[in-house]
């Protein structure tokens, strides 16, 4: 494999775990940088080689004690007295996204649209749809049905269809008033009844959050949404847009039915106490002190994070970030009045993006078996975006970077196996032998994130020293060096991973 120095404005690059010397590099710096340009923690060990191995699926979070729920509803295909189910309190986590099939409530007194809807996963604007629903009136005793995953994709599929026949047909009429941006952007939050006010932050940002969390929940990623535009948001859209053309907007320029079928840019979500087995329970993650109006946190240690038995996330920010795919600042900019963000039942506005769901990200089987009717290849572009096909078509278009400069691949590289839960171990030293290493454990803040899959090049079966994978630091992954190989959002590689058999093409472009 030959290295070869990529331009500065790719400097961040790729890390190499085992043909880079093992010795701890000494740090020369004649100014400090303001941001740091290493992943806090590592920066006197990133050029060791590491070994990455699997860990078992039993040290998967951290131990606690969580309540069983009940489910809110029975699946359709039960006679009607079966599925009454009463309308889900207020106090009750709503479920994350919509039943895998459709179900039918009955409605009891005190239901709403907006309350079978939050109870269920679903928006309003769903259930009208679904239902053939002229107003949101409905009457006690009515069957309301919820639709199921499929059916909300066959509704965006018809949303899309009318948008395309109505483009192409020759007289198409003009909305007799064009709609405001309020107007717009107002369904997001009915869907899902907010606990308080949409704060003036995600209302300046909701425009470009429902283009982002829209794209994302196609598989054109922006990394974290964060409501702003930049070079790797410009690259989902045009990717889309080159892939689906006139599917982001109407002709006059306003969100195209599909976009609108996902129910807005925002929805809340209330942390559970099964959340907690992911985030850390150390002190540091709970107090949160403030500088000048800013939270501060202090950066980990090697030597803490050498210690952990499970790298968990830090905070309940982080956490619900990565699993809504936000950017952390974001989040915070977004949920001004939000006190502790560490305890259940902390309700926080997020993008409304079909969530990572790290208690079920790694089911088995994580890669799919390979289909000769339906090929699948990827491409590098640039070291920047990772595109994925099925025959001619861009299903997915996702950022990559990578952890260490001057590495990149050239011609035909090929997709091997997945190492899951990965945890990474060294000596220091490329002499040593590797027994007493030091370790990172596995978690969702291991360098090399929730998944690894192994790379070889063509014709070679050997996995080279360094894969593809996830990440610690989605927000600065493009800014600061590391350890592993080319990294991805823990989100983005947790759907990746079930697009790529084994055997793959991957070429670089």
Known sequence: MMLKLLPSKLSWGLCVLSVLPGTIMAQVETVKPAVPTIEPGLDLVVKWPWKVEPSAAAAWGLPIDVPAEAPVAKASGQTASETVAKATPATKVAPKGPPATMLEHVVVKGDSLTVIARANGVTVDQLRIFNDLKNDRIVIGQVVKVPGEND????VEAAVAAEKAAAKSPAKEKPKKAPSPVQEVAPVLIATKPHRALPPAAWGAASLVLIQSFLDRQGFTIGPIDGTAGPVYDAAYKAFEKAHPGELHTPEGHPSAAMKAIGGPYVEYVLTAADMRWISPHPDSVVEGKTKGKVVEPPPTFEELTHETFMAYRSG?????ERFHAAESFLRHINPGLKNANVPGAVFLVPNVLPFEIENALSEPLQPAADPAAPISASMLGVSRLVIRRGEEVIASM????????????KIWKILDVVARPRLLSTGDPAAPMTVPYRLSAGPNNPVGIVWINLAKSGDPKPLPYGLHGTSIPGTMMKQESIGGF??????????VRLLPVGTELKWE
């Not at 950022?399 to 691949?409: C, D, Q, Y």
């Not at 990294?487 to 990746?496: G, L």
């Open 317 to 321: 920010w982080e956490f619900v970030a």
């Open 487 to 496: 990294r991805m959002t823990n989100w983005d590689i947790a759907r990746a």
């Open 152 to 155: 909300i994709k066959t509704m």
């Open 399 to 410: 950022p990559v970077s990578a952890a260490r400069p001057g590495l990149r691949g050239r």
